[in-house]
């Protein structure tokens, strides 16, 4: 049950200002399985099905060594997300919780992450396993688990 | 040794696209002890300093539940980094490798993210250790660490 403004009960929207602090560059679209949102998993699987980071000039000028990887980070923007929700009920079930107590993609900047699994690079695309985002999602980075850094 | 674009041997730079694909409204400050980059530690450390997420309105009012978490993903904008090189050197020791190969805060967008332990709430401030960044910061998102939501 969802009231004129698309909201359940208990969750609560603000007037969000501009988003105008910076500005974002594409660098590449996400090639996945799952064309609608019902079909997208709740969070990727590292045994889940390959994905296609498909980066677009320059950027794919930028990808040496990452094949020594075995993870990597991936940044998506999360691009059909509404911004103004302070307080959410994700599957209306019981409390509404605040937006940064949640993983939802309706947040005020609808940044994903996901570790996923490198399986290899082909050409100036990134094969990887571990992702749950729409099939188009824009690419805005991506970078070695941070693991590999542990002091 | 730098040429006089401050490129060192083999970095390679692009005429990096118009950074305008989507826009960023920044949610907070964070508050460290580190005032120059030299000072930054290469990486945080869960043992490390307490450092302070400082929400501002609207967006402290997205903060119900999230003391419920240990760990915290924390992303923030890397505003003073450069954003077209392609190849790079971070310590100019050995060959240069591809930009998404290195976690360099210098991206096309230079987006960092840390796992962070959530330490407490203290009015419209989050306390967390873990952190790297220079103080003052911009906080672009906060989330709770993905583990919690394991299939």
């Not at 996400?30 to 709740?42: E, F, H, K, L, N």
């Not at 959410?88 to 107590?101: C, D, K, L």
């Not at 082909?122 to 729409?134: I, Y």
């Not at 824009?138 to 542990?150: E, V």
Request: net charge neutral; aromatic share 6%; glycine share 10%.
């Amino acid at each position: 049950m969802v009231d004129r403004d698309g909201l359940r009960p208990g969750e609560v929207a603000t007037a969000a200002p501009a988003a105008s602090d910076a500005g974002l560059v594409f660098i590449g679209r996400i090639r996945t399985p799952w064309t609608d949102r019902a079909a997208c998993p709740r969070q990727g699987r590292r045994d889940g099905p390959v994905c296609r980071l498909e980066l677009c000039p320059p950027w794919d000028g930028a990808l040496a060594g990452l094949d020594a990887f075995e993870a990597v980070e991936v940044l998506y923007w999360l691009d059909r997300s509404r911004r103004d929700l302070l307080l959410q009920s994700p599957r209306a079930e019981g409390a509404p919780r605040g937006t940064f107590a949640l993983r939802s993609p309706l947040r005020p900047n609808p940044i994903g992450t996901a570790l996923a699994t490198l399986v290899g690079l082909e050409g100036s695309a990134v094969l990887v396993r571990g992702l749950d985002c729409l099939d188009g999602t824009p690419l805005i980075d991506l970078k070695p688990d941070r693991c590999a850094f542990s002091p």
